[in-house]
């Protein structure tokens, strides 16, 4: 029975409501705590709710039972966080919960069922609500999760404005960690009308306990791990960090041997588990002495491996990153800080107050700990010192001449006294932030009212300093002029009855995406390309790409690539260095049709303002993959970005969402579909898991949503289940082969086809003889088309024989790679299995 079931013995009566809840949260025998009791009959009275309570106290259940009242109610309620990883686990368990008819999900990729009565969004997705329809929108209760992001620099925005432009909503607002809270609620309660109630000082259900270490990191780890207080998060700065950590732990034999219990039990969780070479390998060894790492840039399906195996309790020791702070669902007994300072994007620094209890407050799970322990590591300079003073103990002529060990240049210095202050400190107070964009201003066009005075009531609520007030209106009116002078927007002959001086002079929809607004660029560049060029379908993946965000690990990793090579070409042909070094500061990573990407940004800009707002990135990400003809695991090792392969699978998931929606089928020539097919096929080989839940999200979504997700496979469909995309794939592994060939790399094609009939040897000879009779193998886009590549098949279709011919010189095409495709043996192992029989000239 789901919780919208109790309803229909409720009636209209709000005690029966919290009878009702109260009997379904106790379902186990358990009693809500009474903070817990206290906000929801708080709710049921209609006031707005502010839960400051730490982590761990059930906020998710007060989240809960405010989504019971709207519905009871007859009210629309709608739940947000500030990721959309939060939004679809949260969208998943409210199903569970209520019943997915009741419940929807909107983000910038898929829209489930959006007219229920509840629903989960990322802020931005209901802050646009608010600006569009303001007081007129159906929203009567919202859901706050994670709200101290209202502090965030560039998204603080999103979570200001519905507090400002729905005052018809109940608002019940969750964080661990928003320190004073009194301006807020004041705000509040002036804003919609309602009384506001701060829900806080309720006792942790799990104590923690802090400690200070002074021993070196792999002792600490050690100690912690003896001591029964595992499993322990180990928080480092960087994701490198976190590996070489978890490596470290390794080599030195931290972890002692598995008990047999836990062993097995390993075993058994990992039984049929498919780990691919390169970090899936590192991570299968460590995973089987009981240690992990979890990070952002890791595959989807190698994190969630690590959750299932911390929740079963197999693991001692996890070293990740400080997006634990985020929420991450394993218990966790100890968090162990291996540093109090991070670097935040422009400076290293000390970890704030907010941040330190962020992380902190994940030790100790309730239903797992009775106690969580909270270990912070002393700097490797005071650990040495420390190491000194207790060598030397009672003699101080010793220890008055002994060279005492100092901080690195540039070390941001903290203390055990820096870790008590954090301890004793309360998180700091939050100051929303505001900023004002073209695209706020032409949301605000869509509703009744005076957008200046809307814009004026946006800033004043979060602004005070006069010189910042003044500042953001003047922005606002410098963007309002812009929209104007390019006849966006249009001044009214007079003012209407409720204030509104302006109107869009534009089909909005048509010209701008709210969630992606590049989108309608690139539509408009892609229709002024011709389909008959014969990279058409490669600069169409370019211009999709430009629109996309940066994944910065891998341009960096194709900046030090390209200098590399770059470097080795100066110095062949004689540079001094310090031309070398001079030349070097021009090469970046690739940017395919920059400057006609670039001219294309300004003119349609001057068209369509509120497209300035958002820079076009050139890039060849997606383009350089297939050009180069590499699987996933090939380009990720050519590139030395193991580390970060989980940031590769997600940009190219985005890259094949943005092409599946935003070029048109009469847009797609045979080439580009084909390459749309590849690179979906990609994806869903390496983890489907982002593809199997954004098929799932659009599924449920209706025949709208069904369009964009037709060709999606499902998880349990074989490598070759789809005919196009694994076609692309056959010749893909022949053209990669083509490639080396060209470059005549013999021992990169000894390695290739290792175990097949065509050894090194075999290659080397073979391309003798053609090197013999022509200077070159044309590798063009001519020369990878349909017309050099055929495929005949045997049993039944299930073995392909295929041939790729070489496109040489004299045009006489007479000499290919012939191999054998067992699709059989392919989808046993989950991957092309491909054997080269033979480079030679044919008939």
């Known amino acids: 029975m789901t919780l919208t079931d109790t309803l229909e013995h409720t009636g209209k009566d709000p005690d029966a409501f919290y009878e009702a809840f109260t009997a379904w949260a106790g379902r186990d025998g358990l009693a809500l705590y009474p903070h817990q009791d206290e906000a929801l ?44 990883a939060l939004v679809s686990e949260k969208f998943f368990a409210l199903c569970e919960t209520f019943g997915a008819d009741v419940v929807g999900m909107v983000t910038g990729d898929a829209s489930v069922n959006p007219d229920a009565p509840i629903i989960c969004c990322t802020a931005e997705i209901l802050a646009n609500i608010a600006l569009r329809e303001g007081r007129n929108a159906v929203v009567d209760q919202v859901v706050m999760d994670e709200f101290h992001f209202i502090a965030d620099r560039d998204r603080g925005w999103a979570w200001q404005v519905p507090l400002v432009e729905l005052p018809q909503a109940q608002f019940v607002i969750m964080s661990a960690t928003l320190g004073d809270v009194t301006e807020l609620s004041k705000d509040l309660a002036e804003r919609t009308g309602r009384t506001t109630s701060v829900i806080g000082g309720a006792q942790r259900p799990v104590p923690l306990k802090y400690s200070w270490s002074l021993d070196p990191i792999h002792e600490t780890i050690t100690r912690l791990v003896a001591d029964q207080q595992a499993p322990v998060y180990v928080v480092h700065s960087t994701q490198a960090a976190a590996v070489e950590q978890a490596q470290a ?18 075993k058994e969780a990992m039984a049929g588990f498919r780990f691919s070479p390169g970090f899936g390998s590192t991570l299968s060894k460590l995973l089987r002495a009981g240690i992990a790492v979890h990070h952002a840039g890791m595959l989807p399906k190698y994190r969630r491996l690590v959750e299932q195996l911390a929740q079963r309790g197999l693991l ?45 407050g994940r030790a100790g799970r309730a239903g797992y700990d009775t106690v969580g322990y909270v270990v912070a590591q002393a700097p490797e300079h005071e650990v040495e010192n420390a190491k000194i003073l207790a060598k030397h103990a009672g003699d101080e002529k010793k220890l008055k001449s002994v060279r005492r060990k100092k901080p690195p240049e540039g070390f941001v210095n903290y ?117 008959e060029e014969p990279d058409y379908a490669l600069d169409v993946v370019s211009v999709i790409e430009a629109t996309l965000e940066d994944p910065r690990t891998v341009l960096l990793a194709q900046q030090f690539r390209a200098r590399g090579e770059a470097v080795a070409g100066l110095k062949a042909d004689g540079y001094e ?11 970046t990573w690739p940017k395919p049709l920059e400057e006609r990407l670039n001219q294309a940004h300004l003119e349609y800009g001057a068209m369509h303002p509120w497209l300035l707002e958002t820079a076009v990135s050139p890039k060849s990400v997606v383009r350089d993959m297939y050009s180069q003809a590499m699987t996933f695991g090939e380009y990720v090792a050519h590139l030395k970005v193991q580390r970060s392969e989980g940031l590769v699978l997600r940009y190219l998931s985005d890259a094949y969402r943005a092409l599946r929606q935003t070029v048109p089928e009469g847009f797609r020539t045979e080439e580009l579909a084909d390459l749309i097919a590849w690179l979906g096929e990609v994806t869903r080989l390496v983890d ?103 495929v005949e098949t045997q049993r039944g279709g299930r073995v392909w024989l295929v041939r790729q011919v070489l496109d040489d010189p004299a045009g006489n095409r007479d000499w290919a790679i012939h191999a054998k495709v067992d699709l059989d043996a392919s989808d046993e192992a989950g991957e092309l299995q491909l054997q080269v029989l033979s480079f030679a000239r044919h008939d």
């Open 577 to 587: 260095y310090e031309e070398r070094m001079e030349i070097l500061d021009e090469v």
């Open 688 to 790: 489907s898991s982002l593809l199997d839940e954004w098929a799932a999200l659009t599924a449920l979504a209706g025949a709208d949503a069904v369009e964009l997700a037709d060709d999606v496979p499902p998880p349990s469909r074989p490598v070759s289940g789809n005919e196009r995309a694994f076609r692309v794939m056959v010749r893909n592994a022949l053209w990669r082969r083509v490639e080396l060939a060209a470059d005549d790399q013999v021992d990169a094609l000894g390695v290739l086809d290792s175990g097949s009939p065509m050894t090194r040897q075999r290659w080397d000879d073979a391309l003798g003889d053609y090197w013999d009779e022509h200077e070159e193998i044309r590798t063009g886009p001519d020369s990878r088309g349909p017309a050099f590549f055929d």
């Open 41 to 84: 009959i708080e709710i049921l009275s209609g006031a707005n709710v502010v839960v400051t309570t730490p982590t761990g106290s059930g906020k998710s259940l007060i989240a809960t039972g405010a989504h019971y009242v709207a519905l009871a109610t007859g009210g629309r309620s709608y739940y947000t966080a500030p990721i959309k």
């Open 415 to 531: 203390s055990e006294a820096s870790f008590e202050k954090l301890i004793e400190s309360e998180p700091e107070e939050l100051h929303a932030s505001m900023r004002i964009t073209h695209s706020m201003l032409l949301n605000l066009l869509q509703r009744d009212g005076d957008i200046a005075a809307a814009v004026v009531r946006l800033v004043d609520s979060c602004i005070r300093e006069p010189r910042a007030r003044r500042k953001l209106l003047r922005r606002a009116a410098s963007l309002g002029r812009s929209l104007i002078r390019a006849d966006v927007v249009q001044r009214l002959p007079e003012p209407t009855r409720d204030g509104r001086r302006y109107e869009l002079n534009v089909d909005l929809q048509q010209d701008f995406a709210l969630n992606q607004p590049l989108s309608a660029f690139a539509l408009a560049l892609i229709e002024t390309m011709d389909p």
């Open 249 to 266: 732990l390794l080599s030195q034999g931290v972890i002692k041997k598995a008990g047999t219990a836990v062993a097995e039990g390993l």
């Open 316 to 360: 001692a020791v996890i070293c990740g990153t400080d997006t634990l702070g985020v929420g991450i669902n394993v218990p966790i007994r100890t968090v162990l800080f291996s540093s109090l300072t991070k670097f935040d994007g422009r400076r290293q620094r000390q970890l704030r107050s907010r941040e330190f209890h962020q992380i902190a």
